[in-house]
């Protein structure tokens, strides 16, 4: 993986996952099934107590590590559509702790520790249609747009027979937000 321009990607030649400046990314389709989050929810519920980040929808100034750190589990199923892969959102997050302009520093967000957001039913309920509340454009909560962030909700994972729901247990779900500028980080899946 490494950083180019996005005019230079030529699309109708090979399979690309790409991730672009400016953007936000999120997991569409999140683990949520108590067999394969095992203890990951308490992990997150530790790494991410309200002790350590007593303030929701507040930056704290961060570490690219740290937000690495919370990354290195796995938050998308592995059958899920979208731009979400959990190794080469980690693999562009480590570019960027390495590159000497953003200095090993993000942002992490707390959004909520209580959501109950379900599938979308425009998406015929087979996944998130997003994460972040209303229509908070490309700078939520007071986030730097030179820095990458990370904001996390976790969701109560309610069951719901209407199909919206998921499986009666709490997950956490990422939204990874890189940096302004003109460039992309894409990979080579043909």
Do not use: C
């Not at 321009?5 to 030529?10: E, F, K, Q, T, Y």
């Not at 519920?45 to 007593?54: E, F, I, M, V, W």
């Not at 702790?97 to 425009?122: E, F, H, M, S």
């Not at 909700?153 to 919206?164: A, N, Q």
């Amino acid at each position: 993986m490494r950083p180019t321009r996005r005019n230079v990607l030529n699309e109708n030649t090979v399979e690309l996952v790409q991730y672009q400046g400016g953007r936000q990314y999120f997991p569409s389709l999140p683990i949520s099934e108590p067999s394969d989050l095992n203890n990951q929810t308490q992990i997150l519920d530790n790494s991410l107590s309200s002790t350590k980040y007593p303030q929701d929808k507040h930056p704290y100034t961060v570490t690219i590590d740290d937000i690495l750190d919370i990354l290195n589990l796995q938050f998308a199923t592995p059958q899920s559509s979208g731009a979400w892969k959990d190794e080469l959102v980690r693999q562009a997050m480590s570019a960027l702790r390495d590159l000497a302009n953003y200095q090993n520093t993000g942002t992490l967000v707390i959004v909520n520790r209580n959501a109950n957001l379900k599938k979308a039913a425009t998406r015929g309920y087979t996944q998130l249609g997003s994460v972040l509340p209303g229509n908070l454009g490309n700078l939520p909560y007071g986030v730097s747009p030179h820095h990458p962030a990370l904001l996390m909700t976790r969701l109560r994972g309610d069951i719901d027979p209407t199909g919206g729901g998921w499986h009666g247990v709490p997950f956490w779900v990422p939204v990874i937000r890189f940096p302004d500028g003109n460039y992309a980080f894409s990979v080579n899946n043909s």
